[in-house]
């Protein structure tokens, strides 16, 4: 079983629906969560990144952790063709190997104008 | 501030050779980790470098091998390529004041193609 599962997709959504995106993980040393987009043949881009438990809102993006479910979630509001691309979780801890980002294995969402 | 660059960008191989890949990280960034992807096992880590020594390392064999300069910059050499090594490796920088949660930042990536 991998440390971090996060659903394939494909994910397609209309333009305006509200999408959301989850990871699940085994680790719990983890303490660090970041959400990363990732166009085609591009490198991932950060967009949200959270430490511990709790919510985190940056316009559109809102990223929710709960450790003691050992479950995260990003949503996005108003989805707009942009965001179409391949959503990445990630996580880490604070020592040893856990101190490494551990991803998920990606979300393909697409946006449909 | 310029971000990660990596040279160079494709690259095409054949099997038993080597290649060296580089990585300028975003500058005053001391911390630099390497990863590949691949579609079928998604981003995996490679190592990481901090101030000319690797500082972690992941589950890859000893052909996959790096080494940072003073100024930042890294590489990484693939010795002995097989057809499995066909990725997108991927440079990320961070500031790496404590060594642990630091947010870091992607470079567009390194295509290699191993024939």
């Known amino acids: 079983q991998k440390e971090v599962e996060q659903d394939p997709g494909p994910l397609s959504v209309p333009e305006g629906a509200i999408v959301s995106l989850n990871c699940t993980y085994s680790n719990s040393a983890f303490q660090y969560f970041m959400w990363y987009r990732q166009y085609s043949r591009k490198g991932p881009e950060l967009l949200m990144y959270?430490?511990?438990?709790g919510n985190k809102e940056d316009g559109r993006f809102t990223a929710q952790v709960d450790k003691s479910s050992k479950y995260i979630s990003l949503f996005i509001r108003d989805s707009q063709p942009s965001d179409s691309a391949t959503y990445l979780c990630a996580m880490s801890g604070v020592s040893g190997s856990a101190r490494q980002l551990t991803f998920g294995s990606g979300t393909q969402l697409t946006v449909l104008p | 501030k310029a971000g990660v660059t990596q040279t160079p960008r494709y690259l095409i191989k054949t099997r038993g050779q080597q290649v060296t890949l580089s990585c300028s990280p975003i500058?005053?960034?001391?911390?630099v980790s390497w990863y590949q992807q691949t579609p079928g096992q998604g981003l995996q880590f490679l190592f990481e470098y901090f101030s000319e020594t690797q500082r972690n390392k992941g589950n890859f064999p000893g052909r996959f091998s790096g080494r940072q300069f003073s100024n930042s910059r890294s590489e990484m050499n693939v010795s002995t390529l097989e057809l499995g090594d066909s990725a997108l490796y991927l440079c990320?920088?961070?500031?790496?004041?404590?060594?642990?949660?630091?947010?870091?930042?992607f470079g567009p990536g390194t295509r290699l193609l191993v024939l």
């Open positions: 990320a920088s961070s500031l790496s004041t404590s060594g642990s949660g630091e947010t870091q930042y």
């Open positions: 959270t430490y511990s438990s």
């Open positions: 500058s005053g960034h001391r911390s």
